[in-house]
Each structure stands twice: as C-alpha cells, then as structure tokens.
C-alpha cells in the first residue's frame, strides 16, 4: 500500500508557483521522498527526490519538514505544460527497492 | 539524462494469442527493472519486478505463467502477455533503477488492446 497522502486535485494560475503536498507521516529514517508526474498518456516523469534536506532542480524544489513527516513540491513558475497528476513516494534506495504508487494529485494550471 | 525506452508504444492483437514488450535502459546499467499495468482513470499498479539473470518476483495476485517476464541482459527487459484476452487491455509501464543516481527512470508506456 502506498504511504502518502496527497490531495485528489489542485488549481493553479499559469506563473504562480504551484505548492503540492504530501503526509508521510509513517516514513523510516532511511526512506526517500521521490516526486513523479504523469501527463496524460506517458510513462512518469522523475522530478525530484530527498531524504532530509530540502533539495532544488531545474524543475522543481522539495522541501521536507524536519520531521518528515510531510513535504511540498513546488513548481516556481507554473506553465500549462505542468498539467498532471503528481506522485509523492516514499521509498529505500537500493537495487531491488520498488515505488507504490499512490492516487496522486491532480494539478490543473489554469491560463 | 537516463533514459528508459519501451517498444512498441502501441500494439493491437487478436484474443488468444501473445505479444512482448521489450524495455530498455538507454545508457545505464540496469540489474532491477520494474513493470506496471494502468488502467484508465486509475494509478500504476506494480506487476513484478525483473532481477537480471534470475526469475522476476511477482507482485500479489498477478498471474506468473500470464506475464512471463525475461531479464537477459543488463539493459533489457521484456514482458510477454500469453493468451491475452480484452481485460487484459491496458497501458504497460516499465521502469528501471539508475544506481549510480539512485532514481528510478520510466518507460514512455505501451498500449496494448486486445480485440
């Protein structure tokens, strides 16, 4: 069973920044927090992963309580292209270590 | 960056009988590399896991001799759908892990319908 919680769907307007949450509150010391989206019709897309400290790409930042409990993705500069369902995953890091995906979030960008 | 490529993106067979996926990590090596199946409106559901040189661990409830999962080399993977029926219809997702960057890359997906 997946181990997130995230909101069934999320507006945003076209470049504003578009916030995503996820609980994770039963999340192990040594699990990560992996961030997909799926567009219609494609295989996920990685985006961003951490384990304690907030982490930053070209495409997105992650920041992770310090409890871990929970965790934001954000997206700075939303585009309609970012229309997607978002996918937060907690998982080990190891060669055979599997991600269970869970109903993810919806975000509509609005123009 | 890492790319996992998947072949065909789509396939139309007849009841009854077998088609494969083959997926592929382009430039890296994969040991583990992961199948999924998802139906429309409805989130990734892992089949199995495929271990390079040895037999694939199937998730609960999918059918082992169905899904027949090949791991040859470091860089493939294919999964045979035998005696497919219509329910058997779907999107099949692989995906496999870049070690070196810890992450896990996706297929672009497979549709397969089944008439």
């Known amino acids: 069973d997946a181990k997130t919680t995230q909101p069934t769907s999320m507006d945003c307007a076209e470049g504003r920044a578009a916030n995503l949450p996820c609980n994770h509150s039963t999340i192990s010391g040594n699990e990560y927090v992996y961030w997909y989206r799926q567009i219609h019709s494609q295989g996920p897309q990685y985006i961003i992963h951490g384990l304690k400290n907030n982490e930053t790409n070209e495409m997105a930042s992650l920041i992770i309580t310090e409890d871990r409990k929970s965790s934001t993705l954000i997206l700075p500069h939303a585009t309609l292209r970012d229309t997607a369902v978002y996918y937060c995953i907690v998982s080990l890091v190891g060669a055979t270590n599997k991600l269970i995906f869970g109903t993810g979030t919806l975000l509509a960008v609005q123009p | 960056g890492a790319v996992v490529s998947q072949h065909p993106s789509r396939v139309i067979c007849k009841s009854g009988t077998s088609v494969k996926i083959e997926c592929r990590s382009l430039?890296?090596?994969?040991?583990?590399m992961f199948w999924y199946r998802q139906f429309p409106k409805q989130s990734l559901m892992l089949m199995a896991t495929?271990?390079?040189?040895?037999?694939?661990?199937?998730e609960q409830g999918v059918e082992k001799d169905k899904f027949l999962i090949n791991h040859a080399s470091l860089t493939l993977s294919t999964l045979t759908v035998t005696s497919a029926h219509p329910e058997d219809s779907s999107f099949y997702i692989c995906?496999?892990?870049?070690?070196?960057?810890?992450?896990?890359?996706f297929g672009e997906g497979s549709w397969l319908t089944v008439v």
């Open positions: 495929s271990n390079e040189g040895s037999k694939a661990t199937y």
């Open positions: 995906s496999a892990r870049d070690q070196q960057a810890s992450t896990i890359y």
């Open positions: 430039d890296f090596q994969a040991t583990t």
